[in-house]
């Protein structure tokens, strides 16, 4: 949520930051700002509701020459989307710039008092308060803008990921951060600032990932250094960056959703990478055999994810209970931080998320640290806060997701946790090894089976015409069917605004059934499983109420096809690998529903990828 980007060195700042807004844009496109310092000493901020692309506009006939410049891409929580309430936010004195990704919780009091000091204020924001407060520090104590910095930020109370700069000081920015991510990029007599990386891959794959409650100070011409927020010098640990150009751009693609969706035959293989071996035979997953006893001896599982990372966890129960005989719960990490959760030190909670840096996920980590349960990670963003915060854990490696809608960390994260459960069934032994091989050799040809899948896309645009004026669908699914169909239907709400629900298949008769009538569809995930009987009868329930059926079947399903209205075939595959393969068709689904609606699909209204704040 909100992603800020800064740039201090010799080369043209305003290029580097509008470059890096864009990148960036995936956290929020409410308003876009930047504030630049020119060699002549003078302060430019120039900001503007909506997209990036708006504040380009804006710039075109503006004075952009600056080699220092922080900027902003905003994602609203408070006060509404509006050229006043876009950052950068300045000082009353005019001295100063700021752009912050998180939310101040105690910004009235903070507000209150300023106001009572004879400041105004010209936004309904949270991060206003903080400049202002920086600066009346400032000018109270007489001290440097870096003393200043880290007094506010002991007053204040919240989520922070902040950079500062100083007209009459253009050769330094002050950035910091608590619980909002926040990276510095090493180059070659300059320094770049990111909410992630993507901004200035093209520039340097040096990166030094700051910590809670750091301060770094970034001077033109001099050595980065970090402090905490108690003056001490800290250890400065660059790591080289792993991601590439081709991963942040279309690549020939509409859209970058789409283009995720037909990546998951290559991010599966990715995936899977030196995971599954020997043609099959041998299962591994980091951070699963070192911790063995750990796994061996858990009594429960407890997992932990918002959204579509909460999909996959509700299959990963599946799996683990299946394949390991270990009890699973799943709980959204949002209610579970809040609902007084008993934890012990014989539970294991796994925490999934495709950013690393939900907000309600790491609450939950810490929580259930604090009550002694060893805490496993799930991720994709490579040094987000969730890997630092767990005990161990593993990322999906599928690249950069940068379509607000998961697809491909989707798949990513429920390959993950079926590697996951296997690993865990071959330590424990409660999987027979004849049938754990045949599955590691399915596993192998998974990425060629979805590339079959992905071939219907021109089938499934044909028939996304005929539903996309529909005003509400049913997603029916049962077993390791039913997660994908809350899945299925969290795609189609998200981009197409179409009303979606995701329902359990036999659960449809106690109440949703009363909705079935011909204008409402009803799409339900039905391949070969052990539950397929149960789920025709289900489908035969729907037509006999004259509901129209989309049929995601398994090759060959003569049953099904005679009662529905559309048939999806995808391949055959073993019933725990089934979520892989029928999810795809309900991506593209959405995504064609969507774009015949002509909906903005990478930018869906009222939401960010990176959810932040709580
Ligand atoms: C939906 C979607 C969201 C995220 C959720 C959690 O397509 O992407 O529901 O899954 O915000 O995000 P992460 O996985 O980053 O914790």
């Given amino acids: 949520m909100c992603g800020i980007v800064g740039y201090i060195g010799e080369g043209n700042a305003y290029n580097v930051l509008i470059g890096g807004l864009h990148r960036l844009e995936y956290r929020g496109y409410d308003s876009a700002g930047i504030a630049l310092v020119d060699d002549n000493g003078k302060l430019n901020i120039y900001k503007t509701l909506g997209k990036v692309q708006a504040l380009e506009n804006f710039c075109k006939d503006k004075n952009v020459e600056a080699r220092v410049g922080i900027a902003h891409t905003r994602w609203a929580t408070h006060g509404e989307p509006s050229d006043?309430?876009?950052?950068?936010?300045?000082?009353?004195?005019?001295?100063?710039?700021?752009?912050?990704?998180?939310?101040?919780?105690?910004?009235?009091?903070?507000?209150?008092a300023l106001v009572e000091h004879g400041r105004t204020f010209h936004s309904d924001t949270d991060t206003e308060v903080l400049v202002q407060l920086i600066e009346y520090i400032?000018?109270?104590?007489?001290?440097?803008?870096?003393?200043?910095?880290?007094?506010?930020?002991?007053?204040?109370?919240?989520?922070?990921?902040?950079?500062?700069?100083?007209?009459?000081?253009?050769?330094?920015?002050?950035?910091?951060r608590k619980s909002s991510p926040l990276v510095v990029g090493v180059g070659d007599g300059e320094f770049y600032l990111a909410s992630d990386a993507s901004p200035f891959v093209e520039f340097t794959d040096n990166v030094v990932y700051i910590k809670d409650e750091e301060i770094a100070l970034i001077r033109r011409g001099e050595p980065l250094k970090l402090l905490s927020f108690d003056n001490k010098e800290n250890e400065i640990d660059v790591k080289k960056l792993e991601m590439s150009i081709s991963q942040l751009e279309k690549g020939g693609y509409p859209h970058f959703m789409l283009k995720e969706i037909f990546e998951q035959p290559s991010t599966l293989l990715d995936c899977i990478r030196g995971r599954v071996v020997d043609k099959g035979r041998f299962v591994t997953l980091n951070g699963v055999n070192d911790n063995s006893e750990t796994f061996i001896n858990a009594k429960r599982i407890v997992i932990?994810?918002?959204?579509?990372?909460?999909?996959?966890?509700?299959?990963?129960?599946?799996l683990i209970q299946d394949m390991?005989?270990?009890?699973?719960?799943?709980?959204?990490a949002s209610e579970f931080r809040y609902s007084n959760p008993v934890i012990t030190h014989e539970d294991i909670v796994i925490a999934i998320s495709q950013s690393g840096e939900t907000a309600d996920t790491l609450a939950a980590i810490k929580i259930a640290r604090g009550m002694g349960a060893f805490v496993y990670g799930i991720s994709n963003v490579v040094g987000s806060s969730i890997p630092r915060e767990t005990h161990s854990g593993t990322y999906i490696h599928v690249g950069p997701e940068i379509g607000v809608a998961s697809t491909k960390a989707f798949t990513g994260q429920v390959m993950v946790l079926t590697l996951l459960a296997m690993t865990?069934?071959?330590?424990?032994?409660?999987?027979?090894?004849?049938?754990?091989?045949?599955?590691?050799?399915w596993i192998l040809k998974l990425p060629a089976l979805v590339e079959k899948v992905i071939e219907l896309a021109p089938?499934?645009?044909?028939?996304?015409?005929?539903?996309?004026?529909?005003?509400?669908?049913?997603?029916?699914?049962?077993?390791?069917?039913?997660?994908?169909a809350l899945e299925g239907a969290l795609k189609l709400k998200e981009i197409s605004y179409i009303h979606a629900e995701g329902y359990p298949a036999a659960e449809m008769k106690h109440g949703p059934i009363a909705l079935v009538d011909a204008e409402m569809p009803s799409v339900i995930?039905?391949?070969?499983?052990?539950?397929?009987?149960?789920?025709?009868?289900?489908?035969?329930?729907?037509?006999?109420?004259?509901?129209?059926?989309?049929?995601?079947?398994?090759?060959?399903?003569?049953?099904?096809?005679?009662?529905?209205?559309?048939?999806?075939?995808?391949?055959?595959?073993?019933?725990?690998?089934?979520?892989?393969?029928?999810?795809?068709?309900?991506?593209?689904?959405?995504?064609?529903?969507?774009?015949?609606?002509?909906?903005?699909?990478?930018?869906?209204?009222?939401?960010?990828?990176?959810?932040?704040?709580?």
């Avoid at 200043?148 to 920015?173: F, H, S, T, W």
């Avoid at 932990?304 to 599946?318: D, E, P």
């Avoid at 865990?424 to 050799?441: S, V």
């Fill in 459 to 484: 089938d499934i645009e044909r028939l996304s015409l005929i539903y996309t004026y529909a005003r509400n669908f049913l997603y029916l699914g049962r077993g390791y069917s039913y997660p994908v």
């Fill in 138 to 176: 400032r000018v109270q104590n007489d001290c440097s803008l870096l003393d200043a910095v880290r007094e506010a930020l002991k007053q204040v109370v919240g989520a922070y990921a902040i950079a500062v700069i100083e007209k009459d000081n253009p050769d330094c920015i002050i950035a910091a």
């Fill in 84 to 112: 006043c309430n876009a950052h950068p936010h300045y000082s009353e004195d005019g001295n100063l710039a700021l752009v912050h990704n998180g939310t101040i919780e105690n910004y009235k009091v903070l507000k209150d």
């Fill in 525 to 614: 995930v039905a391949p070969k499983d052990h539950l397929y009987d149960k789920i025709v009868s289900n489908v035969q329930q729907v037509k006999a109420r004259g509901g129209n059926i989309i049929a995601i079947v398994t090759e060959g399903d003569t049953t099904i096809r005679n009662i529905a209205d559309h048939v999806l075939e995808v391949p055959e595959v073993p019933e725990c690998l089934t979520p892989i393969i029928t999810s795809v068709p309900l991506q593209l689904l959405s995504y064609y529903i969507a774009i015949n609606k002509g909906k903005d699909v990478d930018m869906p209204r009222n939401l960010a990828k990176s959810v932040t704040v709580e």
């Fill in 324 to 332: 390991c005989k270990i009890p699973v719960v799943v709980e959204y």
């Fill in 304 to 318: 932990v994810a918002c959204g579509t990372s909460w999909h996959s966890a509700l299959i990963g129960k599946y």
């Fill in 424 to 441: 865990i069934a071959g330590l424990k032994k409660t999987l027979e090894p004849r049938y754990a091989e045949k599955l590691g050799e």
